[in-house]
């Protein structure tokens, strides 16, 4: 078991101190053995043990962004419930400084049968303000909300995405010193997911440390300084970002139990929202359409892509994700990381195109999943799943995913 070491950083700087951490729970064979457990559990234990997370150890200071990977059990929300105080350790010592502002699972924290706004003012009381704060604070939690009369209804009425947009915006408008996001920007649109990030990143300016959990390896690099891997409860690895998501991606890359999701690709993507993907299409030696034919080292192969987005939003990028046929990815590009500037005209149309030299992958089926993501990449507006196929012919007996090329002496 790997974990963060403490000694590195200066204790003052610290905002969260961990040392052992632990939480187990007691699983009960029958039903009637919680009952014996009230009754009788002073002489005798009716369940048996089971670790959700044991001997983690934590040292994050004031100003980082750090993102928590793992597979669904792994224990990640276990530790951020910890952290924000709603679940108690069952071991070891958990230190936590200053405010903290959570989005766990969706809706968590608000009563169904309140209004939007009645959440509102009980949700900005447990994080600490007056009354008179939240006051002078709900003109602008309600604009960056945008869910308009329906902040008026009940929260049981809400959308998923309504919900996240309110809970969001409540968590964020307090200035918090510590934010913790558990996947809920996964929900909701293309525009509200690019103003999200945006404040996100402000409050990454203003020093806030933030946790951010994810099945995106994509954005936790894209976002985060150092990343933690939880593994059944424990620390596999911790380090700076690019190096965790890359081993945790090979751990999901060499089992048959991965899930397929979380071997592909990601990015946050709007279910509706200010932009979309007209059309995509691959070209090659003569080929037209949604499938090719390609042959390894020889061909060139051509995606092109037509899109449409609001007009007065900064103008977009195009993203594409190539995988084989268990669904790992092998290879992405991304227009924005490369420089490249696209064009729209006055109705937001636009087009973009990339070519791929002398395809290296070897003989297999391989698919292309194409996004519309915003100007700085970490959302997507649209996507195509695995909308291109083309399949890899080779002359030679090459074995493996790629042909590397070499020279013998």
């Known amino acids: 078991m790997c974990s963060d070491i403490t000694h590195l950083m200066p204790s003052e700087s610290l905002v969260i101190e961990a040392q052992g951490l632990g939480k187990c729970y007691g699983i009960y064979d029958k039903p009637t053995d919680r009952l014996k457990q009230l009754l009788w559990g002073r002489w005798r ?13 934590l040292a994050i200071r004031k100003g980082e962004v750090v993102g928590i990977v793992g597979r669904n059990g792994a224990g990640k929300s276990t530790l951020l419930q ?13 230190k936590v400084h200053g405010r903290v502002a959570a989005l766990l699972e ?13 959440n509102v003012f009980t949700n900005g009381a447990l994080l600490g303000l007056t009354r008179k704060e939240i006051q002078e604070k709900l003109p602008d939690i309600l604009s960056f909300a945008d869910i308009g009369e329906f902040v008026h209804q009940p929260v049981k009425t809400y959308s998923s995405g309504m919900f996240v947009r309110l809970a969001f915006s409540v968590a964020t408008s307090v200035d918090p010193d510590i934010l913790i996001i558990d996947e809920a920007l996964s929900v909701g649109d293309g525009a509200f997911a690019r103003k999200s990030f945006e404040r996100i990143m402000k409050l990454k300016e203003s020093g806030a440390t933030i946790l951010f959990c994810s099945h995106s390896m994509y954005q936790v690099e894209a976002l985060c300084s150092r990343a933690i891997w939880l593994d ?20 999901l890359g060499l089992s048959s139990g991965a899930d397929q999701g979380e071997r592909s690709l990601q990015l946050p993507v709007a279910a509706s929202g200010t932009g ?10 003569g080929q037209h359409g949604r499938s090719v034919h390609v042959k390894s ?11 449409a987005v609001d007009p007065s939003l900064p103008i977009p990028g195009v993203a594409f994700g190539f995988a084989d046929g268990t669904g790992q990815t092998v ?61 890899v012919a080779q002359d030679s007996l090459e074995q493996g995913l790629v042909s590397l090329k070499h020279d013998w002496h």
């Open 331 to 391: 290879a992405s590009a991304v227009s924005v990381h490369d420089g490249v500037q696209l064009f729209v005209d006055a109705t937001g149309r636009g087009s973009a195109s990339a070519t791929f030299r002398k395809i290296p992958l070897l003989k297999g089926e391989y698919s292309v999943t194409v996004f519309l993501v915003t100007e700085d990449a970490l959302t997507a507006y649209d996507q195509r799943e695995n909308c291109l196929r083309f399949k």
């Open 106 to 118: 969706l809706g968590a924290g608000f009563n169904p049968e309140f209004t939007g706004i009645e």
């Open 232 to 251: 059944s409860g424990v620390v596999r690895l911790a380090g700076s970002a690019a190096a965790v998501t890359q081993a945790y991606n090979a751990s």
């Open 297 to 307: 080292g020889l061909s060139d192969l051509t995606i092109q892509v037509e899109f």
């Open 276 to 285: 979309r993907i007209l059309s995509a299409t691959a070209l090659c030696d």
């Open 45 to 57: 234990n009716f369940s048996r043990e089971f670790w959700s997370l044991r001997g983690v150890d």
């Open 82 to 94: 910890m952290i924000c105080g709603t679940m108690p350790p069952s071991e070891g010592v958990l």
